[in-house]
C-alpha cells in the first residue's frame, strides 16, 4: 500500500477498553458528569504491557511515556491545555467543555512524506451527553506522482459500561468506551488498483478526576505471531493539581 497506506494504518491505531479493576454496570441514558482534570503541571505516566489470551497485561512493563500540560491557551478556537510530549494517540492539545472531551492531533507527523492528509480540526474523544457519537470523519484524496488513494474514514465512539477501581486508596469511576474507525476507498499504484476496507477497534478508559486510564488495543494470533493479543498502556504514576 505505499506510504499513504502506512498513514491510513496508523491512523487506525488511534484510540481504546479496558477491563477495569472491579465492578461494572450498564449504561444508563443520564446525562453524565465527570472531573477531567486540565491544569498545567498536570503529569501522567503510561505503562506500555503485552496482552495474554485474557487479554489481561502481563508481566513487567516494557516502557513508560510521560505526557505533562505545559501551557493553557487559545487552540483552534478552544480553551486547550498543550502538552510536552504526545499523549496517547498522538495527542497534542486537550480540551474540555460541557458536552465533551476533545483531542487535537498533529496529524503530519504520521505521514512518511511530511504531507498532512487529515483535516486540522478537533475529534471529539468523549460524549458526555451521548452513548454514541461521530468522533472523527474525513473524505481524504491523494494524488502523489504514480500513487492514488481517494477514501474516507470515520470514527466513532460507543459506550460500553462504567465500572470502579481503586487508585492509591481511593474508589474512582471508570467510563469505558470502544473507537471503532473505518477507513475506505481505493487505491491505485503502477496501473494496479486496490480496494481499502480496514476496520479497527480499540478500547479506552477515562477515572473521574485522573483523566485518560487505559488505552487497549486488541490483536488476534496469527501463524507467524501466534502469542499476539495487543496491548495496554495504562496510567501508573500520575500528578494532578
Known amino acids: 500500500m505505499k506510504k499513504t497506506t502506512g498513514l491510513l494504518l496508523l491512523a487506525l491505531l488511534y484510540l481504546t477498553v479496558s477491563c477495569s479493576d472491579d465492578t461494572s454496570t450498564n449504561l444508563t ?18 505503562d506500555f504491557y503485552w496482552l495474554d489470551e485474557s487479554y489481561e497485561a502481563t508481566g513487567d512493563s516494557l516502557h513508560t ?13 478552544k480553551d ?48 458526555f451527553n451521548q ?3 461521530q468522533m472523527y470523519k474525513k473524505n481524504i484524496i491523494v494524488n ?7 477514501g474516507t474514514f470515520t470514527m466513532t465512539g460507543k459506550k460500553i459500561g462504567k465500572s470502579t477501581t481503586n ?11 470502544m473507537s471503532i474507525l473505518v477507513a475506505s476507498g481505493t ?23 485522573v483523566g485518560i486510564y487505559y488505552y487497549k488495543s486488541h490483536r488476534y494470533p496469527t501463524e507467524n505471531e501466534p502469542d499476539s493479543y ?3 498502556q495504562k496510567v501508573g504514576k500520575h500528578t494532578i493539581k
Do not use: C
Open 29 to 46: 441514558d443520564e446525562q453524565e458528569s465527570f472531573y477531567f482534570p486540565l491544569a498545567i503541571g498536570n503529569e501522567w505516566e503510561f
Open 65 to 77: 511515556d510521560k505526557s505533562t500540560i505545559i501551557n493553557n491557551l487559545n487552540y483552534r478556537g
Open 80 to 127: 486547550a491545555y498543550q502538552l510536552d510530549e504526545d499523549m496517547l494517540f498522538n495527542i497534542s492539545y486537550l480540551s474540555v467543555d460541557e458536552n465533551a472531551i476533545y483531542g487535537h492531533v498533529e496529524y503530519e507527523d504520521l505521514s512518511s512524506d511530511g504531507k498532512n492528509y487529515f483535516p486540522d480540526e478537533w475529534i471529539n474523544l468523549y460524549s
Open 131 to 133: 452513548n454514541e457519537w
Open 144 to 150: 502523489d506522482g504514480d500513487y492514488s488513494a481517494e
Open 167 to 177: 487508585i492509591n486508596g481511593r474508589i474512582l469511576d471508570v467510563y469505558e468506551y
Open 187 to 209: 487505491e491505485s499504484f503502477a496501473g494496479q488498483t486496490n480496494k481499502i476496507n480496514q476496520k479497527d477497534t480499540t478500547y479506552i478508559g477515562i477515572v473521574d478526576s
Open 230 to 232: 495487543g496491548y495496554v
